[in-house]
């Protein structure tokens, strides 16, 4: 199951993490978002101890969404050191280039 972040733990979850993330901007009236939940969950798990996979519902976090400027949904962003490394914005991607990502970030 993947993390839930929010503007509460975003900057110790994300920004500071060790390990490369990849954080799914998402909403719940979103179906692309719905369709690619589950494909998130699966790089979450499969990945899990190599690298972070998290949510972030932009009606919750509406700061963190206009910080990353998430203007369409699902956007996924790829974080190594603090920074936004890639972006892919839409649900069309599969699980094994989500995965290639965050091990090439790893």
Known sequence: MSLQFNDANFQ??????????????????????KMIGPVIDQVAAELAG????????????????AKYNVRSIPFLLF?????????????????????AKL???A
Do not use: M
Request: glycine residues 8%; proline residues 3%.
């Open 12 to 33: 110790s979850e994300v920004i500071n993490s060790e390990l490369p993330v990849l954080v799914d901007f998402w909403a719940e009236w979103c179906g692309p978002c």
């Open 50 to 65: 190599q690298a972070k996979v998290g949510k972030v519902n932009v009606d919750e976090a509406r700061q963190l969404a």
């Open 79 to 99: 974080f190594k050191g603090g920074q936004v490394r890639d972006q892919i914005v839409g649900a069309n991607v599969t699980k094994d280039q989500l995965k």
């Open 103 to 105: 091990l090439a970030l």
